[in-house]
């Protein structure tokens, strides 16, 4: 098997992957699903690495799993190539609205064992879709999955990921995408769950008018670490990008934004934007950020910026102060906190289970 990226590599200097490469991975064992959240459109679910034809609802488009071409120096990705027993495989015809659908990977097991799921999703010109990704599980495990999308002139993809995976589970996710002219990928994710994860978007903007929007939060406590990694290059003019991150540790949990704006020779007009925001609740807590912009066109505007800072004393005092019990107000103030990367996130039924998923969080001890 491919060995494991380490933290020599600089794109993994903050994320050390030695406990997972201590792990000995056994048969996949078959999985019940519980608990289904309720979902009026089509549905497909992936148990234990499988798709699970009883449970799945799924879309005229959707096909079976087939394997998709190897591109990029990116071992994870090469792990998963070699090990990916199914996977998601969807195409959505030009000019086709495919409206929402829910994609639910649950992983649980009594001994450890390593899921590796590969999907692909083709979007042609003008076509549109709202992919919600909902990731939970029990017990340990190492869940790998690779998504490769490729979005057509004019076409858009909103994708929505609740990561909730068990609180002894390892999830890196890869996530690589190919924009054309007109096309954009709106992309969210909410990390809670896992005793690491790392979740790497690779996105290109390649035709004119192209943009994506990348957002993420991390709510982490314990000794959990959360990774989220992007890199955007801009390979044709007149393309923007923004990437927003809002962090939340508590305990002694690690927070990581790796945040990369590449625009090449002739990419002018290109307008980038990072922002990573860190809300520390423990002095134990650490987060890591690393901007990074590398321009070979003159006429650009790029910027990015980092703040790291705790809950504000005289907010919370104001809040006890008109009679809010402390809990209540903390989880105000982070609520607050969080809104802005929330905003894209338009969708009711998604928007209600990011709600319900992170109300669940600052409430659980």
């Not at 020599?8 to 490469?21: F, I, N």
């Not at 979740?199 to 990348?214: I, K």
């Not at 910027?303 to 989880?331: C, K, N, V, W």
């Amino acid at each position: 098997m491919t060995a494991l990226p380490t933290k020599k590599l600089e794109a993994w200097r903050y994320t050390d992957l030695r406990a997972l490469e201590r792990l000995s991975f056994g048969e996949v064992p078959a999985a019940a699903v519980p608990d289904l959240p309720a979902f009026a459109g089509p549905r497909v679910v992936f148990a234990n690495g499988r798709m699970s034809q009883a449970l799945s609802a799924r879309l005229d488009h959707a096909q079976d799993f087939a394997p998709v071409q190897e591109h990029g120096p990116q071992s994870l990705a090469h792990i998963n190539a070699e090990q990916a027993q199914d996977g998601l495989t969807l195409s959505v015809p030009a000019g086709v609205d495919a409206g929402a659908l829910l994609m639910v990977s649950y992983n649980a097991g009594e001994m450890p064992f390593a899921a590796h799921l590969r999907h692909r999703i083709t979007l042609g010109a003008n076509a549109r879709l709202m992919l919600i990704e909902l990731v939970k599980g029990d017990g340990v495990y190492w869940h790998n999955p690779v998504t490769d999308i490729s979005l057509h002139d004019g076409a858009v993809l909103t994708h929505i990921r609740l990561q909730q995976e068990s609180a002894e589970a390892f999830n890196t996710t890869l996530i690589r995408a190919n924009i054309a002219a007109g096309a954009g990928y709106e992309h969210f994710t909410a990390t809670i769950g896992a005793k690491l994860s790392r979740t790497e978007l690779h996105v290109s903007l390649l035709g004119e008018q192209a943009r994506t929007d990348l957002n993420a939060a991390q709510l982490l406590r314990g000794e959990q670490h959360g990774d989220f990694t992007a890199v955007v290059r801009h390979a044709a003019p007149n393309c923007a990008s923004r990437q927003t991150v809002k962090s939340v540790l508590a305990d002694e949990a690690h927070g990581v934004f790796q945040g990369r704006v590449e625009v090449a020779k002739g990419a002018q007009k290109t307008d980038g934007y990072q922002m990573s925001r860190a809300l520390l609740l423990s002095d134990h807590a650490t987060m890591d950020i690393k901007p990074e912009l590398e321009i070979f066109a003159d006429d650009v505007k790029c910027s990015h910026g980092a703040t790291i800072g705790a809950l504000d004393a005289e907010q919370l005092f104001y809040l006890r102060s008109r009679g809010i019990d402390e809990p209540e107000a903390r989880a105000m103030l982070i609520h607050a906190f969080l809104e802005e990367a929330f905003a894209p996130v338009t969708d009711e039924a998604a928007h209600g289970l990011l709600i319900e998923a992170i109300g669940k969080w600052w409430t659980t001890p």
